[in-house]
């Protein structure tokens, strides 16, 4: 059985950091793709980042160069480190992982397993 736990959400302000952390168990990371998506209040859900089977890295627009997507397969953990937070990153992310390797990595209706989510809130 697949879980994915999602920590280190929280309330920040504007230009603030933080580190998001997604516990895996009963799931390994090789050869699968794994990723961060969050959904703002009244809007659909997108894809922020991305980790391929290869370990290759995908952002969306909104976040390069201020997200950065790591793993740690000794910790079956996966990391979203998150700098220069702005108000508009205000959502509920989640980690989502794939039981085999995705060709569209932000895009959720390939993933198989998904996080309760953690709220993350940036205020100006």
């Known amino acids: 059985q697949v879980q994915l736990v999602e920590s280190g959400g929280g309330s920040v302000q504007s230009g603030g950091s933080l580190r998001l952390s997604c516990a895996a168990s009963?799931?390994?990371?090789?050869?699968?793709?794994m990723g961060w998506f969050r959904q703002a209040p009244g809007k659909e859900r997108e894809g922020v980042s991305a980790m391929t089977a290869d370990g290759s890295q995908q952002y969306a627009d909104s976040v390069k160069g201020r997200f950065t997507i790591s793993q740690d397969n000794d910790k079956n953990t996966l990391y979203l480190q998150m700098n220069s937070l702005k108000p508009e990153d205000t959502a509920i992310y989640s980690c989502?992982?794939?039981?085999?390797?995705?060709?569209?990595?932000?895009?959720?209706?390939?993933?198989?397993?998904w996080g309760q989510g953690t709220q993350v809130t940036v205020s100006s």
């Open positions: 009963g799931y390994h990371f090789s050869g699968s793709c």
């Open positions: 989502a992982a794939r039981n085999r390797g995705c060709l569209f990595p932000l895009s959720d209706w390939q993933y198989h397993y």
